[in-house]
């Protein structure tokens, strides 16, 4: 593709002294393999009919390229329609994805679970596309850091402190040995939403909490770990960050660098907040807000009356701390789509504070998982869907349907496409049988459509040979292999997985269409075409390992 658009913006140049940005289209294969307007664009800067403009083109790059364009055709009004030589696809069967970095350091902040809390499908989802959008950056030479932030203070943890309390019947930290350690993380779980029901219903249990919401930043600014309280506080942190480990290493993605506890960026988030008050923050009946008004935003406070940071303060608390910990010249973000105009905020203070830094950075945001009562999923009513208990069900299905598969990997499949596929942003409707369906758009399917072609290859001991030529059926397969670096791009530079998820099921509808109608095994052209499976295969391969998903030789 860059070829391509190299040649016309030269042949752009020397005919018409023009200085251009060209951008190629994939058309239907029966009109060519690249399409560009560049004629039409022209017209008007040149005082030509854009099919006039087109015919010059045309000669020209003829001219220039013998050995890469095999065609190109004029459709009206002037649209060049172009057609790669077979020596030029055979050429881009082999790929290098580094060659496509466009990026030299990026850091992304994802999954980002509280601690006290259950991991929800939320996590989930988010940790399975920041996995995918870090394998795609790293394939394509860029430095990625992985970094995860989550909630150790704050009221959340107050109120699942009360309701842990309530539970041992006072401060009896050595009460939490009674329990069970494979249900460490669902005990919790129930003692915040005991707490969290209690705070919204009684004023007195209210008072108690919002005072153990006090203690707990005591006792990180004295380092108090001996207390009754605070001894239970860090053995249930301690709870927490073991079970976002196992659970990680259970869904099979690449492990953070970081993970930042808010309480890390307390004192960074309230010191730059205190640093910038006049200039950008406004001190407000005792509190410290930003007034987003002026940026067509909305005001947001960033130091309560009672001098302690919000959510904003530690927001800009971990950009700081992060920005010295790696050096990045990107950073990713992402929340849930309930954050986006709060996260525009922050931004706009950062901005206002260092704008280079600021301008680094980019956010995106999730839409909700729903199942199959379209019911929205909530932590603080405990009725959200557990992340394992997903991961658990699918693998349940997938192990009846076919007890002597590899059927965990294919679980993990299942999940990693149904969420994948999908455009990072809006909601998803979660729907189990056609995730782990082996016919149609999914993860297994796509598994097993490797695991076909690696059969195939299996079935001769004859020694695959890059075709010289190719023949029409083996030049549209060629023809999507070719497309592979393509997405991959287009992925990366949009922080975008569900490119590549797309055109991986639309690569192996190709394969299927050449096989049907292009024997392999016996045929005259078996070693021209053994190459082809096997490019085919690889690339199917590596496309499912930049979304975390094992591409089994065998189902």
Not at 370 to 397: C, P
Not at 519 to 539: C, K
Request: glycine fraction near 8%; proline fraction near 3%; aromatic fraction near 10%.
């Amino acid at each position: 593709m860059q070829e391509i658009s190299n040649l016309i913006q030269h042949a752009v140049k020397e005919l018409f002294d023009i200085d251009v940005g060209v951008v190629l289209t994939r058309p239907d294969e029966q009109f060519g393999d690249y399409a560009s307007n560049i004629a039409l664009q022209l017209s008007k800067q040149v005082g030509k009919n854009p099919r006039e403009i087109a015919d010059q083109i045309a000669v020209k790059i003829r001219e220039d390229s013998v050995k890469t364009v095999k065609s190109i055709d004029i459709a009206a009004p002037g649209f060049l329609n172009i057609t790669l030589s077979d020596d030029a696809l055979i050429s881009g069967l082999n790929y290098d994805l580094r060659q496509i970095k466009q990026y030299d350091a990026v850091l992304l902040e994802y999954s980002c679970p509280n601690a006290f809390k259950e991991l929800h499908t939320g996590h989930l989802y988010q940790t399975i596309v920041g996995d995918a959008m870090g394998r795609i950056l790293e394939a394509t030479g860029s430095k990625v850091f992985r970094a995860n932030f989550g909630g150790d203070v704050g009221l959340h943890v107050a109120k699942c402190l009360y309701g842990i309390l309530q539970e041992l019947g006072g401060e009896y930290p050595e009460k939490l040995d009674e329990v069970d350690q494979s249900s460490r993380a669902q005990w919790i779980s129930a003692r915040y939403v005991a707490g969290a029901s209690a705070y919204e219903e009684d004023e007195s249990a209210k008072s108690t909490i919002t005072d153990i919401n006090t203690k707990i930043y005591a006792f990180h600014t004295e380092n108090d770990h001996d207390s009754p309280l605070a001894q239970i506080y860090w053995t249930c942190r301690e709870w927490s960050y073991d079970y976002f480990k196992n659970f990680y290493e259970k869904i099979k993605v690449a492990p953070f660098d970081k993970y930042y506890p808010e309480s890390s960026t307390t004192n960074p988030g309230l010191e730059l907040v205190r640093q910038n008050i006049g200039p950008v923050f406004t001190e407000s009946d005792g509190a410290v807000v930003f007034d987003g008004e002026k940026s067509g935003l909305h005001t947001r406070v960033f130091i309560t009356s009672k001098g302690l940071p919000t959510y904003e303060a530690k927001d800009l608390g971990v950009i700081v701390t992060e920005s010295a910990d790696f050096a990045y010249d990107r950073r990713v973000i992402m929340t849930g789509n309930d954050q986006t105009e709060y996260m525009k905020v922050v931004f706009a203070a950062l901005g206002e504070i260092d704008a280079d830094l600021a301008a680094k950075q980019t956010h995106f945001a999730n839409g909700t998982i729903r199942f199959g009562s379209g019911q929205k999923m909530s932590s603080r009513l405990g009725n959200v869907t557990r992340a394992v208990e997903v991961i658990d069900e699918i693998d349940r299905v997938v192990a009846e349907q076919n007890p002597d598969a590899d059927h965990y990997n294919t679980a993990l499949a299942a999940i990693k496409y149904s969420f994948l596929k999908h455009r990072l942003g809006g909601d998803i409707a979660f729907d189990i049988n056609e995730s782990v369906s082996l016919e149609g758009n999914s993860g297994p399917y796509l598994q097993y459509a490797h695991a076909r072609a690696r059969s195939i290859l299996g079935k001769t001991a004859s020694t695959a040979r890059q075709p010289e030529t190719l023949e029409e059926g083996e030049r549209s397969l060629a023809r999507k292999v070719n497309e592979f670096q393509e997405i991959v791009a287009k992925a990366a530079h949009d922080f975008m997985p569900h490119h590549i998820s797309g055109y991986l099921y639309e690569l192996s509808q190709s394969f299927n269409r050449f096989y049907e109608h292009n024997r392999v095994i016996g045929d005259p052209r078996e070693a021209e075409r053994l190459y082809l499976v096997q490019q085919y295969a690889d690339t199917l391969k590596e496309g499912l390992g930049l979304l975390g998903i094992h591409a089994p030789d065998s189902m």
